[in-house]
């Protein structure tokens, strides 16, 4: 894993981060209540060495009691002395459990000895951390004493009693809400970084292009307001979806599908990878640049184009195919100039033997012969019907989802193209996360067209590198 990638996880996932976060934090901060409150007291002892006054014997009783606190540290904290103390106390508790509540620390290039002792109870803690100062200066005598009556090595004095605490440990209670934070933090992170890795579903370019061996064409940005609201008008609208789509017709013009008409194949990996919707805007963004266009919807499982446009379905593609009606019949002028339709007509009870009679390829060619481009809506892949309209199309454009089609489909798909003989040009991105890329109000044409013109320009490198 690179640092973009991982950059690009943490910023795809930071609501799952904060989440674990917020979450670890509030727990500690609920913990904080629940739990017993504690209170620490402390006391200071100092350690000092005899000296004839030389500065020499000085020096290095200086440097002997630094040694020797070290020691004292682990006797302070030791069982030895907390027995001691609870006997001299008289404690309902074991030395064990005292020692749980002694903490001996040593500030840095000094000789003094810092002791505090928690406890539930304010007075027993301060309390505890007396009796054990003097406890262990009693211990460090007898222990530095040396036999026959000389003076001792080293002493220990208390420079500072323990007094009783006023108010509850809130320092503590402050380091382990940022505890908390840094560990939700690390944990929300590593619970990322294995959704990542689990996850198998298209969520960039890169992947999607890696996959598909073609450029991506278009990205489109999900808007809520456009899910079941009307399809945008190219005259007018300048949201981020119709910017999409522009740059998506502004691609074709770019890529050297073939000479004269084209025959431009819609497919997908599922049924709701918003393959409809990206061959009907695809179809008005045509028009509306003045370009004759007929959408043929050759879903003969589940039409909705006739739904999207608001037209008849009584009469179409099947109906065509059947021999009920001619191509001129069953054609439907749409609200847009330019553009008409060829709706499914009734559902078939064999819409795959339908698909791949001789009559299908005639339809598709007369049509081509009439129109600039036939924008043909396919069925998804995962039935034979899309690799049937695939070998009569001259391109096919990939339509992927974001989030929700995974490599392992998307790879099924174009080996199902492939094998059908079906011209891969580029693939679509769908329902993409909105970023600032495109500001809605402010779409310029000619940055469009650059950009669609290197990407146009990228699909036709990657085309010819996969024989396409």
């Known amino acids: 894993m690179t640092v973009k990638d991982f950059a690009q996880i943490l910023r795809s996932r930071w609501k799952l981060i904060c989440g674990a976060t917020v979450l670890a934090v509030l727990a500690a901060f609920a913990y904080s209540f629940v739990v017993t409150p504690q209170y620490q007291a402390t006391t200071r002892m100092f350690v000092a060495t005899t000296s004839d ?24 904290m030791g069982e030895l002395l907390a027995q001691r103390t609870v006997d001299k106390l008289g404690l309902d508790m074991t030395a064990a459990d005292l020692q749980a509540k002694i903490e001996a620390t040593v500030p840095a290039d000094t000789v003094l000895i810092d002791v505090a002792v928690t406890d539930s ?3 027993r803690a ?8 003097d406890e262990f200066v009693v211990m460090a005598a007898a222990l530095e004493t040396p036999e026959l009556g000389a003076p001792p090595n080293a002493r220990v004095v208390i420079q500072q009693r323990a007094e009783l605490p006023d108010s509850p440990m809130s320092a503590k209670t402050t380091r382990m809400l940022a505890i908390a934070a840094v560990t939700g933090a690390l944990l929300g992170i590593c619970i990322a970084l294995v959704r990542d890795r ?22 489109v940005p999900f808007e809520e307001q456009r899910a079941k609201g009307p399809l945008p008008s190219f005259d007018t609208d300048r949201s981020k979806v119709a910017n999409a789509y522009r740059e998506l017709r502004i691609n074709l013009r770019f890529l050297q599908v073939a000479d004269g008409p084209r025959v431009l194949l819609i497919a997908s990996c599922g049924p709701d990878d918003g393959r409809t919707t990206t061959a009907v805007n695809l179809a008005l963004a045509l ?9 043929v919807d050759a879903d003969l499982r589940r039409p909705v184009v006739a739904a999207y446009l608001e037209l008849p379905g009584q009469v179409g593609f099947s109906s065509v ?16 100039p330019r553009l008409k339709a060829l709706t499914s007509g009734p559902v078939p009870p064999n819409p795959t033997e339908l698909l791949e009679s001789p009559v299908t390829g005639e339809v598709l060619g007369e049509l081509s012969r009439e129109f600039d481009y036939v924008i043909v809506d396919s069925p998804s892949l995962l039935v034979t019907d899309a690799a049937l309209l695939a070998s009569r199309s001259q391109g096919v454009l990939v339509v992927a989802r974001f989030g929700k089609t995974t490599r392992k489909q998307l790879t099924e798909a174009v080996h199902r193209l492939t094998r059908a003989g079906g011209p891969l040009l580029g693939a679509v991105l769908t329902m993409t996360p909105p970023t600032k890329r495109d500001s809605g109000d402010t779409y310029d044409v000619s940055a469009g067209e650059a950009r669609a013109g290197s990407r146009a320009q990228r699909a036709s490198w990657r085309r010819g590198a996969h024989g396409k």
């Not at 301060?126 to 054990?132: M, V």
């Open 53 to 76: 006054g030389t500065n020499t014997q000085t020096y290095d009783g200086g440097l002997f009691a630094e040694r020797r606190v070290l020691s004292y540290t682990e006797l302070v």
């Open 121 to 123: 109870s304010a007075s």
């Open 126 to 133: 301060r309390d505890i951390a007396n009796t054990l100062a």
């Open 198 to 219: 689990m996850d198998d579903t298209v969520k960039s370019a890169d992947v999607l292009e890696k996959v598909t061996g073609v450029g991506l064409l278009a990205d």
């Open 287 to 295: 028009a509306e640049a003045n370009h004759s266009v007929v959408i």
């Open 321 to 336: 195919l059947n021999g009920e009606a001619s191509i001129r019949e069953a054609l439907q002028d749409t609200s847009v």
